[in-house]
T-cell receptor, first 118, second 115 residues
Framework: AQKVTQAQTEISVVEKEDVTLDCVYE???????LFWYKQPPSGELVFLIR??????QNEISGRYSWNFQKSTSSFNFTITASQVVDSAVYFCALSEYDYGGSQGNLIFGKGTKLSVKP | EPEVTQTPSHQVTQMGQEVILRCVPISNHLYFYWYRQILGQKVEFLVS????????KSEIFDDQFSVERPDGSNFTLKIRSTKLEDSAMYFC?????????????FGDGTRLSIL
């Protein structure tokens, strides 16, 4: 069965601190996708990143970086120099990877609520 | 940038009534999804739809639920006889063609409140 665990329910940091959000996943599939989505207080889901299971290269996008470690089944997300606007719930998600078609449905973790205080 | 549009943003309905949630996916997308998020909880998959039929559904998606693509642009979720526990945010998502394998993009959600 597929499962995503985000052990940190809530994190509170002060602006400019770095913060890492943890994500551990379980799957029997040999190929899969991993995602991070952001849900700000307004409620929408904002796509941040997708990684496929073949690509373990870490990725950096501005203040955001992602560390994919297949050996530990983890896909952690780091925000450098956090800002108040980063305050949101962050969801990690997993889906199967189908060579013949689109990805499967997303299995979400329970989310980590990040509060960045000025 | 093209986006998924959902209407209404908030729907208030009496228990037992039928409700239809509407979505306009991104125009060249072929895969459509509905997800549900009960307040304060995680996002849960309901159903996926491709080529005018359901491709996968979860245990939540029982006989009270149905989906339809009535024309070339809309994708709807119907709940036949709403229950209090159907109160949640409902998200529509779509993703691209078979070969581009684009990630799912979500609409802003419809908050459904059952009284």
């Amino acid at each position: 069965a597929q499962k995503v665990t985000q052990a940190q329910t809530e994190i509170s940091v002060v602006e400019k601190e770095d913060v890492t959000l943890d994500c551990v996943y379980e799957t029997r599939d040999t190929t899969y996708y991993l995602f991070w989505y952001k849900q700000p207080p307004s409620g929408e889901l904002v796509f941040l990143i997708r990684r496929n299971s073949f690509d373990e290269q870490n990725e950096i996008s501005g203040r955001y970086s992602w560390n994919f470690q297949k050996s530990t089944s983890s896909f952690n997300f780091t925000i450098t120099a956090s800002q108040v606007v980063d305050s949101a719930v962050y969801f990690c998600a997993l889906s199967e990877y189908d060579y013949g078609g689109s990805q499967g449905n997303l299995i979400f973790g329970k989310g980590t609520k990040l509060s960045v205080k000025p | 940038e093209p986006e998924v549009t959902q209407t209404p943003s908030h729907q208030v309905t009496q228990m037992g009534q039928e409700v239809i949630l509407r979505c306009v996916p991104i125009s060249n997308h072929l895969y459509f999804y509905w997800y549900r998020q009960i307040l304060g909880q995680k996002v849960e998959f309901l159903v996926s739809f491709y080529n005018n039929e359901i491709s996968e559904k979860s245990e939540i998606f029982d006989d009270q639920f149905s989906v339809e693509r009535p024309d070339g642009s809309n994708f709807t979720l119907k709940i036949r006889s709403t229950k209090l526990e159907d109160s949640a945010m409902y998200f529509c998502a779509s993703s691209g063609d078979r070969y581009s394998n684009q990630p799912q993009h979500f609409g802003d959600g419809t908050r459904l409140s059952i009284l």
